[in-house]
Antibody
Framework: EVQLAESGGDLVQPGGSLRLSCIAS????????MQWVRQAPGKGLEWVAN????????NYVDSVKGRFTISRDNAKNSLFLQMNSLRGEDTAVYYC??????????WGQGTRVTVSS | DIVMTQSPDSLAVSLGERATINCESS????????????LAWFQHKPGQPPKLLIS???TRASGVPDRFRGSGSGTHFTLTIASLQAEDVAVYYC?????????FGGGTKVEIK
C-alpha cells in the first residue's frame, strides 16, 4: 500500500517562508513523478508543481513560479516544496501525490498552510 | 494553459438514478498516434484526500466500482455514475495531464435528492 505523509504546514506571515516535506512508502519512489496539489478554503483543486524521477524536470503553475521550488531526495524517499514570499492566496491544504507519469494515482492526507498576519 | 470547464456545478440525484457530469477542455487532449485521451477523473470527499477514479478518459482505477464510467474524446468528456449510491456523495473533478500546468475543472458537487 502506498503511503504519502506530508508535514511542515503551519501559520506563517505574509512574505514568510515554509518548507513542506513528504515521505513516501510502499512504492519505488525513484520511479515516480511526484506532484504537489493544493486546495484553498472553499475552492477546488489546484495543481502546484511536479518533478521528474531524477529531479531534472520540474514544472510549476504560473502563480508560484519564482517563489516555490520543488525538489526530491530519492535516497530518503522524500519530496519537498520550498515556499518563499508567501501570500494570502497561498493559504491551502497542500497534498503530496504520486503516480505513473503525470497521472496522480495516490495522495497524502495533506498539510495545512495558513498565510496570515 | 488548458482550461477545463465542468458542468453542472452541482446536481442532486435520487438513489439508484444516473448522475452525469460533463467536462470540456479548451484544447484537444487526444494523442492520435496512441488514441489516448490525457484525462482523469477524481472523487473528493470532505476530510479525505482526492481519489483517482478514471484515467485515460475511460480506464477505471483499481477497485473503482463499475457503476463509474468515463467516456468522451478530444475535448468533450463525461463521467457517468450509473446508479447513485449514498457513498458517492462527493465533489468530482476532471483533470488534464496532456501538458503543464496540469489543470483541474472547477468541480461538480453530487448530492442525494
Amino acid at each position: 500500500e502506498v503511503q504519502l505523509a506530508e508535514s511542515g504546514g503551519d501559520l506563517v506571515q505574509p512574505g514568510g517562508s515554509l518548507r513542506l516535506s513528504c515521505i513516501a512508502s510502499g512504492l519505488t519512489f525513484s520511479n515516480n513523478w511526484m506532484q504537489w496539489v493544493r486546495q484553498a478554503p472553499g475552492k477546488g483543486l489546484e495543481w502546484v508543481a511536479n518533478i521528474g524521477q531524477d529531479g531534472s524536470q520540474k514544472n510549476y503553475v504560473d502563480s508560484v513560479k519564482g517563489r516555490f521550488t520543488i525538489s526530491r531526495d530519492n535516497a530518503k524517499n522524500s519530496l519537498f516544496l520550498q515556499m518563499n514570499s508567501l501570500r494570502g492566496e497561498d493559504t491551502a491544504v497542500y497534498y503530496c501525490a504520486a503516480g505513473s507519469g503525470w497521472i496522480i494515482d495516490d495522495w497524502g492526507q495533506g498539510t495545512r498552510v495558513t498565510v496570515s498576519s | 494553459d488548458i482550461v477545463m470547464t465542468q458542468s453542472p456545478d452541482s446536481l442532486a440525484v435520487s438513489l439508484g438514478e444516473r448522475a452525469t457530469i460533463n467536462c470540456e477542455s479548451s484544447q484537444n487532449i487526444l494523442k492520435s498516434s496512441s488514441n489516448q485521451n490525457y484525462l482523469a477523473w477524481f472523487q473528493h470527499k470532505p476530510g479525505q484526500p482526492p481519489k483517482l477514479l478514471i484515467s485515460w478518459a475511460s480506464t477505471r482505477a483499481s477497485g473503482v466500482p463499475d457503476r463509474f464510467r468515463g467516456s468522451g474524446s478530444g475535448t468533450h468528456f463525461t463521467l457517468t455514475i450509473a446508479s447513485l449510491q449514498a457513498e458517492d456523495v462527493a465533489v468530482y473533478y476532471c483533470q488534464q495531464y496532456w501538458s503543464a500546468p496540469l489543470t483541474f475543472g472547477g468541480g461538480t458537487k453530487v448530492e442525494i435528492k
